[in-house]
C-alpha cells in the first residue's frame, strides 16, 4: 500500500511539474506576445507621427493633395488594422492569462492533493506501526498461553 501511495506520489510530482513547465512557457509566451503587442503600438505611434507630418505637408502642397489624402486614407487603414491586430493580441494575452491562472488553480490543488495524500501515508503509518505492535503483543500471550498449557500438562500427568 505505500509503495502505490509512493508511485502515485511520484506520478503527481511529476504531473506537478509539467504543469509547472507548462506555466513558465505560457508566462514566456505571454511575455513575447506582449512585446509584440508593444511594438505594434510603437508602430501605431509612428504611422500617427507620419499622418499627422502627412497633413502639415499637405498644407504646403495644395498641388499634391488628392495625393496625400489617399496615403493618408491607407495610413488610416493600416492603422485600423493595427488597432484590430492589437485588440487580437489583447484577446489573446488575456486569454493566456486566464489559461495560467487556471494552470496555477490546479498546480496549487495538486500541491493540496500531495499534502493530503502525504498526511494519509503518515496516518496509515502510524496505524500500521500500532497494528505491528498489537500483533506482537498477541503473539507474546499466544506463547504465554502455550507455554501455561504445557505447564498444566506436566501438572497432570504427574497427577
Known amino acids: 500500500l505505500c509503495v502505490i501511495f509512493t508511485q502515485e506520489r511520484q506520478q503527481l510530482i511529476s504531473k506537478n511539474e509539467i504543469l509547472i513547465n507548462e506555466r513558465e512557457h505560457l508566462i514566456l509566451k505571454n511575455t513575447n506576445l506582449t512585446n509584440d503587442r508593444d511594438q505594434l503600438m510603437l508602430k501605431n505611434s509612428n504611422l500617427t507621427n507620419e499622418r499627422e507630418h502627412l ?33 487580437n493580441l489583447t484577446n489573446e494575452r488575456e486569454h493566456l492569462i486566464l489559461k495560467n491562472t487556471n494552470l496555477t488553480n490546479d498546480r496549487d490543488q495538486l500541491i493540496h492533493k500531495i499534502g493530503n495524500m502525504t498526511n494519509e501515508r503518515d496516518q496509515l503509518k502510524i496505524k500500521n506501526t500500532n497494528l505491528t505492535n498489537e500483533r506482537e503483543q498477541l503473539m507474546l500471550k499466544n506463547s504465554n498461553l502455550t507455554n501455561e498449557r504445557e505447564q498444566l500438562r506436566d501438572k497432570l500427568q504427574i497427577c
Open 55 to 87: 497633413i502639415l505637408k499637405n498644407t504646403n502642397l495644395t498641388n499634391d493633395r488628392d495625393q496625400l489624402i489617399h496615403k493618408i486614407g491607407n495610413m488610416t487603414n493600416e492603422r485600423d488594422q493595427l488597432k484590430i491586430k492589437n485588440t
